[in-house]
T-cell receptor, first 114, second 115 residues
Framework: DSGVTQTPKHLITATGQRVTLRCSPR?????VYWYQQSLDQGLQFLIQ???????AKGNILERFSAQQFPDLHSELNLSSLELGDSALYFC?????????????FGSGTQLSVL | GENVEQHPSTLSVQEGDSAVIKCTYS??????FPWYKQELGKRPQLIID?????GEKKDQRIAVTLNKTAKHFSLHITETQPEDSAVYFC??????????????FGGGTRVLVKP
């Protein structure tokens, strides 16, 4: 167990809908990262937060948004869902988000858009 | 931004043989290189990492080497076992705070160890 908690584990929804994925980082970690992994694909960086502030942005669609709350948990919001958004979404956390820190991943949320 | 290339995409080895996975990166500011193992449907798990001030690191049957001049690093697994079968990802991370120190992953290598 990495200490990073993601809910829900599975999510099935329809095209056009909106969903929220939740992540609680490891105790003491201030930085949260979101990654998308499509079937048989690598890990695509979406966005990073540090202590409530956006730190870095990757290939995140405009239909997607995220935030980190004062208690350090993070939510990834996906709207106007398309079939191609079906993927495994991982959250990871690290202590401060600086270089040389290990990233620990949650178990992921499997999103299926039908 | 950083680009990490990983080869091969699939690797099949006989149990007991060695497996080698190679990665190259583009950003000379990268200074942290972790390797993750991902079993089917599971989360990526850190198995070993190396920092830019070190050329080689070993942990039991796993070793990583880093060549900063050539901007490539490799994972070596010796005496492979069936439980080593998984997808392995290399990654690189830069030291520039303004860039967010994001971790960029290679495309992954699917390793199959045949008994």
């Amino acid at each position: 167990d990495s200490g990073v908690t993601q809910t829900p584990k599975h999510l099935i929804t329809a095209t056009g809908q909106r969903v929220t994925l939740r992540c609680s980082p490891r105790s003491g970690d201030l930085s949260v990262y979101w990654y998308q992994q499509s079937l048989d694909q690598g890990l695509q960086f979406l966005i990073q937060y540090y202590n409530g502030e956006e730190r870095a942005k990757g290939n995140i669609l405009e239909r997607f948004s995220a935030q980190q709350f004062p208690d350090l948990h993070s939510e990834l919001n996906l709207s106007s869902l398309e079939l191609g958004d079906s993927a495994l979404y991982f959250c990871a956390s690290s202590l401060t988000g600086l270089a040389n820190e290990k990233l620990f991943f949650g178990s992921g949320t499997q999103l299926s858009v039908l | 931004g950083e680009n990490v290339e990983q080869h091969p995409s699939t690797l099949s080895v006989q149990e007991g043989d060695s497996a080698v996975i190679k990665c190259t990166y583009s950003d000379s500011a990268s200074n942290y290189f972790p390797w993750y193992k991902q079993e089917l449907g599971k989360r990526p798990q850190l198995i070993i990492d190396i920092r830019s001030n070190v050329g080689e690191k070993k942990d039991q049957r796993i070793a990583v080497t880093l060549n900063k001049t050539a901007k490539h690093f490799s994972l070596h697994i010796t005496e492979t076992q069936p439980e080593d079968s998984a997808v392995y990802f290399c990654a690189a991370r830069n030291s520039i705070k303004a860039a967010g120190n994001k971790l960029t992953f290679g495309g992954g290598t699917r390793v199959l160890v045949k008994p």
